[in-house]
């Protein structure tokens, strides 16, 4: 028994070890890969504000003045750093699993599952608000009085069913995104009813 101790630490180590490096090479391919395919403008695609950079200030130089640096990390980074962190979540629960320590291998399968919810969430909010924008895009191209109007409805119709879709893909209280998705739902309904209602009120009169 106190010889299998100090292999399955050789083995755990092994597979960290190997596991890093891996994930390490993986995250830039992928980096290198999503920067050429132009990833960068994921945010310009999505109509999302672009972030702005942080400045940190680089060590002096010889006249004895400091220059800012921006700090802000590129959506191509940002993915890299996703991958690297997954394998190395799976890495740290198969070297548990050989350590044999039951209950932070549990632990660290639970954060591996939320993990992959959020980002699938995530992903699904991402794919939304694309066809959110180009529905809206194709709406207002078509030049009518009422394009923009139709364009914007179609654009939050759209934002708020892949937000449903994006919280119960994560996990976050089913039942209650379905009952606030049907109590909007249900007000919009009211809402039109009452228009038309109020608007054809003199022709139903007559």
Do not use: C, H, W
């Not at 100090?6 to 070890?17: D, H, N, R, Y």
Request: glycine content about 10%; proline content about 5%.
């Amino acid at each position: 028994m106190l010889i299998l101790i100090p292999v399955a630490l050789f083995a755990a180590g092994a597979i960290l070890t190997i596991s890093y490096f891996l994930a390490r090479f993986a995250s830039e391919l992928v980096t290198s890969i999503l920067t050429s395919f132009g990833f960068n403008n994921i945010f310009t695609v999505l109509g999302l504000p672009l972030p702005t950079p942080q400045q940190n200030v680089s060590p002096e130089f010889s006249d004895g003045e400091s220059q800012p640096t921006p700090t802000t990390r590129t959506p191509s980074e940002i993915a890299g750093i996703v991958v690297l962190v997954g394998i190395m979540l799976f890495a740290t629960v198969a070297a548990l699993d050989i350590l044999k320590i039951p209950a932070l291998t549990s632990l660290l399968q639970g954060i591996l599952v939320v993990f992959a919810q959020n980002l699938a969430g995530l992903v699904v909010f991402a794919i939304g608000l694309f066809l959110a924008n180009l529905g809206f895009n194709i709406i207002t191209s078509s030049g009518n009085a009422q394009a923009l109007i139709l364009g914007q409805v179609a654009r939050i119709a759209i934002i708020v069913l892949v937000s449903a879709m994006a919280l119960q893909r994560i996990g976050i209280a089913p039942n209650i995104v379905k009952l606030a998705f049907g109590l909007l739902l249900g007000a919009i309904a009211v809402a039109i009813a009452l228009a038309f209602g109020l608007g054809g009120r003199d022709i139903a009169g007559e």
